[in-house]
């Protein structure tokens, strides 16, 4: 099997802090952070036993290509990419919810809609929807950052009378979030795809809000074909994805959501190589690109010094 990274565990010069996510590394300097993204795989809240080949360089570098397009738009937080699994730019204090949006009833809201919701987050929703029908126009749904479990639903009344955002800020991020949505799906359309929803994160650095970490990768939106979308909303059929919905399918099938007691399948290197292929695959799709391999012999040493190279 191809290399992969599963976790790293460097020490660098004036770094003064370290941060595991479920999929990023990422190494705390004064006033900068070096996010190395690993190759771990996430699904149902719970990090998977083998990492996958290549999976940090697909987000890391799906992730730089759409901050770029999109940094007229918006400020975001990326300085430079030194290496295919690595992003250098500003520390920011990360506002504590997620800025989620929405222009098609699908996955979490279209399982609240048929339980009977006609508001979500505050958002009224009319009547008469299907499953992955578009909505009138995009919602924003913002969800709590949560730093254990699962982030919840609130609304935009709340996080403004609770004082997690201070309205100004809010207005900005609701401002920015339709802004990134809405170049984000003309780039999907001109690959023939539909951008469903998404979510983006911000934060403050020196008192300026950024647009912060991933956006437009499969692992934070939803995508679907467009060819054969009209068909199977006619035809009441699901439609064909393009996210990491194969890999939560996959554990579904084995017996797997997450819940207490269950046990993940056996990762084989079947398995995880059909993975690899599938996120290869999502990048020259989302992209339009022909995904280059990087080198994997050595990885930590190669991503080591491409970090070291760039803080002197």
């Known amino acids: 099997m191809t290399e992969a990274i599963k976790e790293t565990h460097f020490t660098f010069p004036g770094q003064q802090g370290f941060y595991k996510g479920k999929v990023r590394d990422v190494y705390i300097f004064e006033k900068e952070l070096v996010v190395v993204a690993s190759d771990r795989i996430s699904a149902f809240d719970v990090v998977l036993p083998r990492a996958i080949p290549y999976k940090g360089q697909v987000l890391n570098q799906i992730a730089a290509k759409f901050l770029e397009a999109t940094s007229d738009l918006v400020p975001n937080w990326v300085s430079t990419v030194p290496d295919p699994n690595v992003t250098i730019g500003k520390r920011c204090e990360p506002f ?12 979490h809201a279209a399982r609240e809609y048929k339980a009977g919701k006609r508001v979500l987050c505050g958002v009224p929703l009319p009547e008469g929807l299907k499953e992955n029908d578009p909505l009138p126009t995009p919602i924003i749904t913002p969800t709590t950052k949560a730093d254990a479990g699962h ?35 003309e780039m999907a359309r001109e690959k023939g795809l539909i951008l469903v929803d998404t979510k983006y994160e911000f934060g403050k650095h020196e008192g300026k809000i950024f647009l912060i970490d991933e956006i437009h990768t499969p692992d ?10 009209s068909d199977n909303q006619a035809r009441e059929l699901p ?74």
């Open 239 to 312: 439609q064909k994805q393009l996210s990491k919905e194969f890999v939560r399918q996959w554990l579904i099938a084995g017996g797997f959501q997450g819940k207490e007691g269950q046990q993940i399948p056996e990762m084989t290197d079947e398995i995880v190589e059909s993975i690899s292929d599938r996120y290869i695959e999502l990048f020259e799709k989302i992209t339009g690109e022909k995904f280059v391999k990087a080198e994997t012999a050595n990885l930590e040493n190669r991503i080591e010094e491409a970090i070291l190279n760039q803080l002197k």
């Open 151 to 185: 982030d919840e639903d609130i609304s935009r009344e709340e996080i403004l009378r609770q004082g997690i955002v201070e309205a100004a800020d809010y207005e900005q991020l609701e401002a920015y979030t339709l802004a990134l949505f809405q170049r984000g799906q």
């Open 96 to 107: 504590k919810v997620e800025m989620v949006v929405r222009g098609y009833l699908a996955g």
């Open 220 to 229: 934070s939106s939803r995508y679907f074909y467009e060819e054969g979308y």
